[in-house]
């Protein structure tokens, strides 16, 4: 949205989901009844926890990212096999000159997977009690239950996904939405941008999406998000990208269709006195520009039966804010030359299906609304080699709008 008309909702009112997940401590569940979660900023100083977790990302290459938050440092690592009674492979984050990670942030990539597998994992911190230099001692190991996931084969004939954007710190309404899909396969999440009114701090990150994605989806099935406006403003927006795997831009290829995501920065120019002097976005659209000019020379770009670019404000019918006639001039041409056949977008709050416009964007824009009940979308895509198929679902389940893109 472009205009800051949103108020945030008090975190407290949005706990009840927090902490569902059923983590467990030597091996027993301890599944916390309602009345007694609260903020872990409110809990006792030396209790040893996973806040959130685990929840997976993944850029589709037979490689998936395993994610969790700490309430405290800690060594951590993954264990995981191909059977739920055999974790026989174990994986730790990333080392960085040498060191493992030692901290509350957890992403641990597990890589070489085989497509169409299924994996088994289980996710380990061990509490860093004292740190000193030549002597660490560690608390106790606390670890999740055995969760599984399908290493997605890259090669299947059919993607399916589904869509949500603009949810401004409405978490009830990510569990509402997804419920809205009932059950049907969803190779991955797509969340579009403005998942957040701004940024405060990690308790708004865990308790409005971290924690109700964990237990609707996200222990087995990988998301893929990408910033919107909002999520650049407030305190946080640099901390904001330590707490998931990636938030920019990127590409990758799953079944027929190649995915271009973009990251759409700020709707306002960057001198605007609300942004105090400290964004470049003009600049960080220059460099996709760049990026996006050389992603649509690609093999992988050029052979896909279907090309997709999936970004918060759309390249065009979003008003004439700086941002949205920037984003129209830098990437419209590249996407029109580059044969796109489909972009996806929220931003503006009401739902809509532009069909392509000549001399203008020769794709279609589907565009996400939200946030308030009623005004609320589900947008669901499947995908083959010969067509892709966009329904999108009001917040009642009732199919508002379709769209089929045949094969150009
Ligand atoms: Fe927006």
Not at 75 to 86: I, K, Q, R, T
Not at 95 to 122: F, H, I, M, Q
Not at 196 to 218: G, S
């Amino acid at each position: 949205m472009n205009e800051d008309l949103l108020k945030s909702k008090p975190l407290k009112e949005n706990r009840r989901n927090f902490l569902k997940g059923g983590l467990v401590l030597g091996g027993l569940a301890l599944l916390k009844p309602e009345s007694a979660i609260s903020s872990p900023l409110n809990e006792k100083a030396d209790e040893f926890k996973i806040l959130t977790g685990p929840y997976l990302q993944t850029n589709f290459g037979n490689g998936i990212s395993i994610l969790w938050i700490a309430s405290k440092d800690s060594s951590s690592w993954v264990e995981y096999g191909e059977s739920a009674d055999l974790l026989d492979r174990k994986a730790y984050g990333k080392s960085a000159l040498g060191l493992k990670p030692a901290d509350r942030l957890n992403c641990v990539k597990l890589e070489n997977l085989k497509p169409g597998k299924t994996y088994y994992y289980k996710i380990f911190s061990k509490e860093i009690k004292d740190f000193q230099p030549y002597k660490m001692t560690y608390g106790e190991t606390i670890s999740s239950a055995v969760e599984s996931f399908v290493n997605t084969d890259i090669s299947k004939e059919e993607v399916a996904f589904v869509m949500l954007n603009d949810i401004h710190d409405r978490p009830n309404s990510i569990c509402h939405l997804l419920d809205l899909n009932k059950g049907n396969a969803t190779d991955f999440v797509f969340f579009n941008g403005d998942i957040f009114d701004y940024q405060a701090d990690e308790q708004q990150i865990i308790t409005n999406m971290l924690q109700p994605c964990v237990d609707k989806f996200a222990k087995n099935t990988p998301f893929v998000y990408v910033r919107g406006n909002h999520e650049t403003r407030g305190k946080f927006a640099r901390e904001f990208p330590a707490y998931f795997d990636h938030v920019g831009n990127t590409s990758f290829t799953l079944g027929p269709v190649r995915f271009v995501i973009l990251d759409t920065g700020e709707d306002k120019e960057d001198s605007h006195p609300v942004y105090a002097g400290i964004v470049d976005f003009d600049q960080y659209r220059l460099e996709q520009a760049a990026w996006l000019e050389n992603e649509i020379n690609r093999k992988e770009f050029k052979n896909a039966a279907f090309r997709v670019v999936l970004m918060h404000i759309p390249p065009r019918y979003s008003g004439d804010a700086h941002g949205a006639v920037h984003c129209t001039e830098l990437f419209e041409p590249i996407m029109n030359r580059g044969k796109v056949d489909l972009v996806l977008s929220g931003h503006t709050h009401k739902y809509k299906v532009n069909p392509p416009a000549k001399g203008l964007n020769n794709y279609p824009i589907i565009i996400g609304g939200g946030p308030k009940d009623g005004f609320r979308t589900l947008t669901k895509i499947k995908a083959n080699k010969k067509q892709i198929q966009v329904s999108m679902l009001d917040d009642s389940g009732k199919q508002i709008e379709s769209y089929v893109c045949l094969k150009r």
